[in-house]
């Protein structure tokens, strides 16, 4: 069994509310008698999912088809793409070069794709980098391309601080399991499970739970 809360909009007053979960557990002869209380945990926050930033190119020797202007610090994957079904149908190589030298630009980022629509991979490349806040140069490097080049503007991780009224400290929660035990701490026909969450900052929405991975209930 797990839980899950979620806190209610900010409150400008400071107080602790208390909010308790009563639940009992009634012991199927085949499934609970003999067995210890369900372990109680936390749900497991999904992760924030990675960003992709795709470059395509085609047969202009003067830009990008399509390339990303904003970017938040961190993990990235990019993607450059000069297949023909990107348009590039004459042949022709490009790359997708970040500049590490031209002064006002970030320099932390070594990035150089080489891709044509006929070569192994078809002209489509993967890579992972990392972002920085600020401004990343990227180019073009095969000759007579000079005029393919843009700028990728980065922003902090998440779009900033958090605001300073924001509640970002998880409630605090505690479990207390009650029932008839055997000799070696089982218990027996049923078991009784409270639950009790706080919030100094801004109290308690609601208490949710599961039972063997199922649905949150209130």
Not at 95 to 117: C, E, K, Q, R
Not at 145 to 155: A, F, N
Not at 193 to 209: L, M, W
């Amino acid at each position: 069994m797990s839980q899950q809360m979620t806190d209610s909009p900010p409150r400008t007053r400071s107080w602790r509310p208390v909010h308790r979960l009563v639940i009992t557990l009634l012991a199927a002869a085949t499934a609970l008698f003999g067995a210890t209380a369900p372990a109680i945990s936390a749900p497991v926050a999904p992760q924030q999912e990675q960003q992709v930033l795709t470059w395509t190119s085609g047969n202009s020797v003067s830009e990008y088809t399509s390339a990303p202007a904003t970017a938040e610090a961190g993990p990235a994957t990019i993607i450059f793409d000069n297949s023909v079904a990107a348009g590039n149908t004459s042949g022709m190589p490009h790359t997708l070069t970040f500049d590490t030298s031209t002064p006002g630009y970030n320099h932390d980022v070594d990035l150089n794709i080489t891709a044509n629509p006929y070569d192994a991979n078809e002209g489509y490349y993967e890579d992972e980098i990392t972002l920085t806040e600020g401004t990343y140069r990227y180019f073009c490097a095969i000759p007579g391309h000079g005029q393919m080049w843009g700028e990728l503007v980065v922003t902090g991780d998440g779009g900033g601080d958090p605001d300073p009224g924001e509640d970002t400290t998880a409630p605090e929660v505690a479990a207390q399991v009650a029932g008839e035990q055997d000799e070696d701490g089982a218990y027996v026909g049923s078991a009784e499970v409270t639950i009790t969450a706080t919030d100094d900052d801004s109290g308690v929405e609601s208490v949710e739970y599961s039972l063997d991975g199922g649905e949150y209930v209130a």
